[in-house]
Each structure stands twice: as C-alpha cells, then as structure tokens.
C-alpha cells in the first residue's frame, strides 16, 4: 500500500485499486466489496449507530439504563493486560472500534507512545482510524498481538470467514478476544445477521487454543430483552417504537441484577445473553468436534441420555 496525493494504492502486482482518504481517515473497502462502497464512507452520516438531533430523544438515551448486566468484560480485559505485559512494542487491532467496547479502559491504559492502536470500523464514531470490512482485513499477514471483535461478529454477513482473516493478521501466539450475543433480539436494525450458542461461539474459534470463554451476560439480561422487545412488538410506527422501547428499558431493567447470581450457575450457559471468547492462536492447533462436543458445561439432554 502506497499513500500519495491523499490516496492509498495498492501495490500488488495486478491490482491497482485506490483507496480514498475521508477527514483523514483511510476508507479501505475493496473496489469490489457487494456490502459497502467505498463513496458510502465519503459524506459524513450514520452508517451503523443512530444520531439523534432532538434533544429530548438524546437526553433520554443518556439517563436510559443498560439493560444488560456485564461484570465480566472488565475482568477480561485486565486478564489481556496481564497477558501482554512485557511484549514491546505492543500492535492491536479493534474491530468495530468506534466506540469504546465494556471494560476495555484496562487495556488502554497500559498503551504506550511505541504501542500501535488500529480501531476500524464501518462507521464513523470517536475513535475510528481505519474505515474496513473484516471480511477483508486490509493488513499484512501476523501484524498484530491482539484482535479485538467486542458485539461485532453478529453484525456480519460471514463470521467465519472474519475469524479466518483474524487468525491471518493475527501473530502466532497473540491473543483473540471475541465478545457475541446468543440470546438477544435484532438491535443492528438490517446489519444484525446470526447468534451462537456456547459451543457454535467456540468452534468458530476451533483454529486457537482457549484461555478462558463462558458467559458474558446471563438469563437475566436475556429476560430483559425479551420482555422489551415483547412490549415493541406492538408498535406500528417507529415512532410508538421509540416509545415503547424507552419505556421497556425503565420498567424491566432491573430484572438484569439477577445475573448478579445465575452467572454463577452452570445452568446459565444454555440461557445466557451473550458469550465471550479469549483464546491463543498457536501454529497448528485445531479443536476437533469430538473435544467440541466433550466440551458442553451445560444440563440440557442429549438423545443418549
């Protein structure tokens, strides 16, 4: 890739594709990317997160409570922390890097002037460097020593092939976090495609050794969304939507500190909300089904039980 009269061109024999640059920002969508285009990131707009210009709309967002309970994310990201110590200079890559994703403050923190922090994204937020698609990580093989997917592989058309262009791009012996919903309703609008179980969530990283996965948020916060989605349900207009949506939050958010308790339980994995995954990429490694399926923490039966 070769910068020059504020474009990027790729430097690949028999490629020749430009890639445009956007209140400098790189927009590093292929030319023949079916999703997006690379004149979709040239306007300033929403792509994926909403902006409100009411004010009463914006303030009800900002007291809105989460109806979600987290307390693990945090945990995971000081356990990377851990894990990287002494590794200098550090390369870490954050897909759907607009936002800053639960917890991941802690790792933050330990970023120094020689680190190098890639937050890409298909939208433009406050911390977007690199406009990308992850199907098509634009980065040399083994660039980096962490990737980050926090809440973005439901987002996308093919997961799998997401987490194959992470372990591309990835070092051997760097580090995976993955953070995806099982059970919760569409809240991508038309870019929220798929969920996974506990073990469809660890397959998908079958290709890494796994440090530690389980539940990210619990039964709770899945009975949290399902009874704010019931209530929306009715609406027949975005705007009775909107409301319904406002008022679900306020009556049923409390039901989440539940989680408090049954993300404790075993029972929880086949009910939880959402997982997470932290994993090792090491040359050669490959979970097989059979260790898959030996896997399964949960208590629902199988047909040989």
């Not at 969304?225 to 009715?234: P, R």
């Amino acid at each position: 890739m070769q910068f020059r009269d504020d474009i990027f061109k790729c430097t690949d024999a028999g490629c020749n594709a430009t890639y445009p640059v956007f209140n400098g920002i790189p927009i590093l969508i292929n030319p023949q990317n079916d999703l997006f285009e690379q004149k979709d990131f040239e306007v300033e707009g929403d792509i994926f997160f909403k902006t409100y210009n009411n004010k009463t709309i914006r303030f009800l967002k900002k007291v809105q409570p989460d109806i979600t309970y987290n307390n693990v994310s945090e945990k995971n990201y000081q356990d990377m922390a851990f894990l990287l110590q002494g590794q200098k200079p550090l390369r870490i890559l954050i897909l759907g890097g607009s936002v800053d994703g639960v917890g991941i403050k802690h790792l933050k923190q330990i970023l120094d002037t020689d680190d190098m922090l890639v937050e890409t994204d298909v939208s433009y937020g406050p911390n977007t460097t690199v406009i990308c698609d992850a199907h098509e990580i634009p980065f040399a093989d083994e660039s980096f020593d962490l990737i980050i997917a926090q809440a973005v592989l439901e987002h996308v058309l093919d997961p799998f092939q997401c987490v194959r262009e992470m372990h591309r791009v990835l070092k051997n012996k760097g580090l995976i976090y993955a953070e995806t919903p099982f059970m919760q309703q569409v809240h991508g609008g038309k870019y929220d495609f798929l969920r996974f179980t506990h073990l469809g969530h660890r397959r998908m990283f079958r290709k890494f050794n796994e440090i530690s996965s389980g539940v990210v948020a619990g039964a709770g916060s899945a009975l949290v969304w399902s009874l704010k989605y019931f209530l929306t349900s009715f609406a027949n207009t975005k705007k009775v939507d909107r409301i319904l949506s406002y008022g679900g939050t306020f009556l049923f958010f409390w039901i989440k500190y539940f989680d408090i308790i049954l993300n404790k339980s075993t029972g929880t994995i086949d009910a939880a909300s959402g997982f997470y995954f932290l994993g090792r990429k090491e040359e050669g490694y490959l979970l097989s089904d059979r260790e898959l399926l030996a896997s399964y923490r949960g208590f629902r039966y199988s047909a040989e039980e």
